[in-house]
């Protein structure tokens, strides 16, 4: 568990993934929240103040890189990662200006637990 608790939403229109990070970052002593669309990630950022966003990129009503920008606006401090089944690059630049960081998935739980401890580090 960590000592800093980090409130994280979870952006995955894949229910079985998204619901899967929540429970590992759940047992690692943190908040999570589950949207599995954009604009209901962006109705609950305003309200859940997450530090963390883990996004997918290939949303069915908004695209990962639209949803970034957007949620920026609402909490510019947090850390955003993007998550994708494309091979790293395949954003871009654009991904790397807008994202702190990307990963292909699977996301396994070691790597979430790996990015929440680092996460946790910086806010001390």
Request: charged fraction near 25%; glycine fraction near 6%; charge should be negative.
């Amino acid at each position: 568990m960590s000592p800093t608790p980090l409130r994280v939403m979870i952006v995955d229109d894949n229910k079985d993934a998204a619901d899967l990070q929540a429970a590992v970052v759940r047992s690692q002593g943190h908040e999570a929240e589950v949207e599995y669309s954009g604009a209901g990630a962006i109705r609950l950022a305003a309200t859940f103040a997450p530090r963390v966003f883990l996004l997918d990129l290939a949303l069915p009503d908004i695209d990962g890189f639209e949803l970034v920008r957007r949620l920026r606006r609402l909490a510019p401090d947090a850390r955003y990662v993007a998550l994708t089944g494309y091979a790293p690059g395949a954003g871009g630049s654009l991904a790397d200006q807008l994202f702190d960081e990307y990963v292909v998935k699977p996301m396994t739980p070691e790597m979430l637990a790996e990015l929440l401890r680092r996460v946790a580090a910086s806010d001390r």
